[in-house]
């Protein structure tokens, strides 16, 4: 207890920060190591009926007969729909309304859902299943972007087979390679990767008796499945009530369609049999139905003058979006943005082309056309440094972002960029020289290479839309401060992160707060949770709520004590008077107080970030409002004669601008370098004519505990102007490095350069091959 | 037969359960018993995300016959401490941050526990073992691995 | 236009679960024969579910009736008699690996469990299940051929004993009859001359189908490194099943265990395995690594028997 003013004094300025910062416990973590029923699946009600898929088993066709009645008469069987049984638009989309909910006359991908059959026992709707016979009319179909651009490509949509062409036009490149001495071209290949989030998709509707839906699902977005579903039902959003039970990794296409896909059919069956219906995928059609990461062609050209200075550079990018968009649209805007890695070019033109094939869909996944971008520009830094037989350290530092300095969109870096300090500190860790050097005289079979990568990652929606996020907070009279958002969590630990802002900026303990699950009916429209921006946008609405709803205590405070608000101090949940502060109320004493005299503590507020503005035709302005910036080292043994490639060890350095958890904050850097690690060594989601080979986790790898390097962690804080405290978002970031480190540290120990990732075994073994070809005396 | 009695041991209660021919452990653990805490991944056998110990050893329930589990004892996460007091292993995985989406914890917890009865001081290289069968696509394991580790030295003291 | 029936595609038609089958558990062995002398039809044994499951759910096969072996503890045993060790066929993968019996000598089978699959599988894959699943991902096949070893089937009507050779009559197909189940599998121990390792290599470190994998048995002359016999066998032999390398095996009886050697007998081999591509991997891929798992299987057997450092 304090007594006198300079203690009082000391007690407040003692400690910056009491929460943020600190590596303080997840609030979700005890129910989950407790195994508490808390998924979708584990909460589905008694009497639901259960929803089993029919899909088309070809990429394209017009559907000529879908022939159900045997399913319809098969006993037990409770309903069967089709898209004539929508009640209201037959839609299920993203952004561009291109993709139905229910597939009505033609398909356009294999696997693409036609009708769906309910009962109360799963195995009855699955046997029905086998019982559904559709007659196809093959259509000829594209499996490439390359073969999709042909004029004699079948259009696979209306508008034809580009969904979006997003250009970057920076000075005069042609006059750029003219002063070149020097000018690299290459071309670089990255695939489908699969998510893969633990649960798959997942989610149950209740139809109220007032005509209203209750939908449970694993969701990202909560907001974004209303609209969808009252459209779908045809109500208004209103009357759709959407809650985000606690979801088992999303990663990206839990927000994009597939959740208004499960919701939706599950809606449908719901509203028509007036019972809760439920749907979970398997493995296999999550793995097929939802959306991945685009693959790309990216052919790079760049000019540079013998003294490593960049004079141009020239970008193009093909990105396959499947059979609907999704969010590629999106992708390749961000990833033309990022096409020329972080460095100060002063020509640059790129164009980036997102795709309609008849594969299945590519949307959103952390990264969100960073990786792709970032593989290739630094693989092609890389080659350039070695043409110009320099070091790729010198290289960069010679051509990287500082303050001052601008990017390929002419925006200027700020003050806020630790880009440099990130490559210095990873160069030191790493033992970057000294480890090269050693490397350089392996002989045998191992052989050793350390490589590194950069980055640079625009923070949050930018263009991709409004940015903005709500918050709602509200103290009961036993004290527990309910904290709303539409925000969510699914692993992130990022809706953890604002409850520590919150208490941070009320100077309470975080106990004393409860997070509630995201539910449309109690939170304003907050957005999808993507980005990254939970920390930061949201932070900012934590913090601008949370100021409010503390002001509050001090008033109510102010009026215990009998004195002026302004003169209320607060720390660790007790309100003194600033002249006297022996004269203090307890937070409890305050709730008490509040609640004797009427007054309701209670705030809500929208944080909506300012607007980016910038030349859509030539991609020139501000894109984004701060960026975070990386760079990765990585250290891998390659076995010549198996192929195999093992990482050793990582150094993660990253610029996030301000710490919140440590812990949480490693826990996503570790666990994106995992999934950026399955990127560049193992992850392939293969499709042949469309069918995907490899929709099962038998067959699609992706790190096991025994293939985690040792990783170290180093943390950079340049605040940016952006997030609470300076915070920068870090969801994303992490998985976008590995890739290039690890196919240049496979450089550095081979000498022989990959342009296509995964680097699987035989891939490299052919690339051993070569190297050894390469190296025999002529 | 379509139908069987089944008759087994779910953490450390006895269970008498009628149970059909292809339902799986762990349709009957969730649907049956109602113990949700383990969860399905994949229907393969290729996550261990259905991982539950069966005599004393880790398994996956998903390609297990219900049938086969009889006069078995079957330990699942609900069997392990409680919110008041948790195993040393929750605990570190709380204080870990190691629980990111939660939907590989329960397995992971197992996993766990299963080792360190065999062996009370895993290195790093015993502890990537025994949770190798279970994939995790948040945290990257680390935060596991330190969990692990430091749960053993708090059950060893 | 392609349309691929492939076995993923009834899984993705919401073919969860298992279709529904009838499962007769048996009281003990004699019920167990009486019971498949009657019902010699639409049966299918089942020990542990890992791989009938899959396939179940794939719908590469329908059984109208499991029966289920889980209960016949007695096939639960590593033993040796005299110069013979036999194995129960209801032995978990990671007991074999943990008896004590297999010690020294036999260091091979921990081999194989290391790089067989998390403990969840070690725990329940029984010897019986991997014999009898008779296919390439079965790792056990390799080593237990170039053991020599043979298999003992018992019906109601007696017992049988063949070679494991002949019993794996092919992909997926062995000569079990319907009325049989495999009891156990036997084989000479390896003596002092001789040693046995096994070699995988697959996508990943953990949890992987093998590209290649490879067992080689050698019984070598200590002093003069005289190559007395060697047995080599692999996960797939001429794109198929898991089979020995004869001629590649003849081609290094007799000879000095040198590199000359190992690459003479490697050209063979490479004629020998005929691999075939698929959408994992090329056919040029698995050939490649098959010829540098077996070499540093066999280096690691001379290794442990010369006590020194070899390599061929």
């Known amino acids: 207890m304090v007594e006198d003013q300079a203690t009082l004094k000391k007690l407040i300025n003692g400690n910056q920060f009491l929460l943020v910062g600190k590596s303080i416990q997840r609030v979700d973590s005890i129910d989950k190591v407790l195994g508490k029923p808390i998924y979708t699946m584990d909460i589905v009600p008694e009497n639901a009926l259960y929803l089993k898929v029919v899909r088309s088993r070809l990429a394209h066709a017009f559907l000529k007969h879908v022939d159900l009645s045997e399913a319809r008469k098969y006993p037990g069987v409770a309903a069967v729909i089709t898209a004539n049984d929508i009640p209201g638009i037959n839609e299920s989309t993203a952004l561009l309304p291109d993709k139905p909910l229910l597939a009505s006359g033609r398909v356009r991908f294999a696997g693409e859902p036609i009708a769906a059959i309910a009962s109360y026992d799963p195995s009855i709707a699955e046997e029905a299943v086998d019982l559904v016979r559709i007659e196809y009319e093959a259509l000829p179909a594209v499996f490439s972007p390359v073969d999709a651009l042909k004029s004699s490509a079948p259009s696979i949509h209306q508008n034809g087979n580009i969904a979006k062409h997003m250009k970057l036009r920076k000075g005069d490149v042609e006059e750029g390679f003219k002063q070149a001495d020097l000018i690299v071209e290459e071309t670089y290949k990255s695939q489908f990767q699969e998510p893969i989030p633990l649960e798959p998709e997942a989610g149950f509707v209740v139809p109220e008796p007032d005509g209203s839906v209750t939908c449970v699902g694993s969701i990202q977005s909560p907001f974004h499945v209303q609209t969808g579903i009252a459209k779908i039902l045809s109500l208004r959003p209103e009357q759709v009530r959407v809650i985000q039970a606690v979801t088992g990794g999303a990663f990206g296409p839990k927000s994009d369609e597939i959740p208004v896909d499960v919701l939706g059919m599950a809606a449908v069956v719901a509203v028509k049999t007036r019972k809760p219906a439920a749907l979970a995928y398997t493995r296999e059609e999550s793995m097929v139905g939802h959306t991945k990461r685009h693959p790309f062609v990216t052919t790079l050209k760049a000019g540079v003058k013998k003294d490593g200075k960049f004079t141009a550079w020239q970008a193009t990018l093909l990105a396959d979006t499947g059979a609907y968009a999704s969010l590629g649209p999106l992708v390749v805007i961000r990833a033309c943005f990022h096409a020329t890695g972080p460095y100060v070019i002063p020509n640059v033109r790129t164009d980036a082309y997102c795709v309609y094939t008849n594969n299945t869909m590519a949307g959103s996944f952390r990264g969100f056309g960073g990786p792709q971008a970032h593989f290739a520009a630094e693989s092609h830094v890389e080659e350039i440094a070695k043409k110009l037989d320099m070091d790729p350290i010198e290289f960069r530092l010679l051509n990287i972002l500082r303050p001052g300095t601008l990017m390929a969109t002419s925006q200027v870096v700020d003050e806020a960029c630790g880009l440099e300090e990130c490559v210095n500190r990873a160069v030191k860790e790493s033992d970057w020289y000294g480890k090269r050097e050693q490397f350089r005289k392996m002989s045998g079979p191992k052989r050793r290479g350390l490589g590194i990568a950069i980055m640079y990652h625009g923070n949050s929606l930018g263009p991709e839309g409004s940015d903005y996020a709500a918050v709602h907070m509200q103290i009961d009279k036993d004290g527990i401060i309910s904290f709303r958002t539409g925000l969510t969590e699914y692993g992130t630990g990022a809706p953890s992160g604002l409850l520590q802002i919150a208490a941070e900026t009320m100077h309470l303990p975080i106990s004393y707060f409860k997070l509630e699950p995201p539910d449309t009916d109690f939170c304003s429209e907050t957005g999808p949770t993507v980005a990254s921006r939970t920390i930061t946008i949201g932070g900012r609405a934590t913090q601008m709520v949370a100021g409010k709803l503390h002001q509050r205590l001090r008033e109510t405070a102010a009026e215990l004590l009998d004195c002026n608000a302004d003169e209320i101090e607060s720390t660790d949940a007790m309100y003194y008077q600033r002249s006297k502060p022996g004269r203090r109320a307890s937070f409890r004493e305050v709730i008490e107080y509040a609640d004797k005299h009427g007054t309701e503590l209670k705030e809500a507020g929208t944080f909506t970030a300012p607007k980016c503005e910038y030349n859509p035709e030539t991609s020139q302005g501000t894109t984004y409002l701060q960026y975070t910036y990386g760079a990765v080292t990585a250290e891998v043994e390659v076995d010549t004669e198996t192929g195999h490639t093992q990482v050793l060890r990582m150094v993660t350095a990253y610029d996030v601008g301000k710490t919140i958890n440590p812990l949480s904050l490693e826990g996503q850097i570790e666990g994106g370098t995992a999934q950026g690690l399955g990127y560049a060594l193992m992850e392939e989601l293969k499709h042949k004519d469309g069918i995907v080979l490899n929709p099962n986790l038998a067959d699609y790898y992706i790190p096991t505990s025994m293939d985690i390097p040792e990783i170290k962690t180093i943390i950079v804080e340049y605040p940016g102007h952006l997030g609470p405290y300076g915070a920068k978002a870090i969801g994303e970031p992490p998985i976008v490095l590995p890739a290039p480190a690890i196919v240049n540290a496979i450089d550095n120990a081979l000498g022989v350069r990959l342009h296509e990732i995964p680097t699987t075994p035989d891939r490299v073994l052919i690339a051993c091959k070569r190297a050894r070809k390469d190296q025999r005396p002529k | ?157 | ?312």
């Open chain 2, 1 to 157: 037969m379509s139908k069987h009695l089944l008759k087994f041991t779910v953490n450390g209660k006895d269970h008498a359960v009628v149970v059909q021919s292809h339902e799986r452990l762990l349709d009957v653990l969730r649907d049956r018993l109602g113990l949700k805490g383990t969860k399905e991944g994949c229907s393969t056998g290729d996550c261990g995300i259905c991982g539950v110990l069966m005599d004393g050893r880790l398994v996956n329930s998903c390609l297990i016959l219900a049938i086969q589990a009889r006069n078995k004892k079957i330990e699942t996460i609900e069997g392990i401490g409680s919110a008041e007091n948790l195993h040393p292993i929750q605990r570190a995985f709380v204080n870990w941050n190691a629980s990111q989406c939660g939907f590989c914890i329960p397995a992971m917890i197992l996993a766990s526990k299963n080792l360190l009865e065999k062996n009370p001081n895993p290195t790093e290289d015993d502890i990537k073992k025994a949770t190798s069968g279970i994939l995790c696509r948040c945290t990257g394991y680390v935060k596991i691995f330190e969990a692990v580790k430091t749960a053993a030295q708090e059950m060893r003291s």
């Open chain 3, 1 to 312: 236009m392609t349309e691929i029936s492939s076995y993923w595609f009834q899984r993705l038609q919401g073919a969860e679960g298992l279709r529904r089958f009838d499962m007769y558990v048996p009281e003990d062995l004699l019920d167990l024969l009486e019971y498949l002398d009657s019902h010699q039809t639409g049966t299918h044994l089942i020990a542990n579910g890992s791989d009938l499951i899959n396939r179940i759910q794939r719908r590469q096969v329908d059984p109208k009736t499991l029966v289920d072996l889980s209960g016949l503890h007695e096939f639960n045993y590593v033993k040796r008699e005299g110069n013979t060790i036999r194995i129960g066929a209801l032995t978990p993968i990671s007991d074999l690996a943990d008896s004590s019996v297999i010690d020294p000598r036999h260091e091979v089978f921990r081999e194989v469990a290391a790089k067989f699959g998390g403990p969840a599988i070690t725990n329940v894959a029984t010897v019986g299940g991997n014999i009898c699943a008779a296919s390439s991902s079965e790792d056990l096949l390799p080593v237990l051929l170039v053991l020599d070893a043979q298999v003992r089937l018992k019906s109601k009507q007696g017992e049988r004993v063949m070679r494991l050779e002949d019993f794996l009559r092919g992909k997926r197909a062995t000569d079990l009859k319907p009325n049989e189940i495999l009891v156990e599998t036997m084989f000479q121990a390896i003596g002092e001359q001789a040693d046995c390792a096994f070699e995988k290599v697959g996508m990943r470190n953990s949890l992987i189908i093998a590209f290649v994998n490879s067992a080689v048995y050698l019984k070598l002359e200590k002093k003069t490194l005289k190559i007395e016999d060697v047995r080599i066998a692999f996960n797939r032999v001429a794109g198929k099943v898991p089979g020995r390398v004869k001629l590649t095996e003849g081609n290094l009886r007799g000879r000095t265990l040198n590199t000359e050697a190992s690459n003479n007998a490697t050209s063979t081999l490479r004629d020998e395995l005929e691999l075939s591509s698929d959408f994992r991997v090329s056919g040029e891929y698995r050939t490649d690594v098959a010829v540098v798992v077996f070499k540093r299987a066999l280096s690691r057997c001379a290794s442990r028997l010369t006590r020194e450092i070899v390599n061929v």
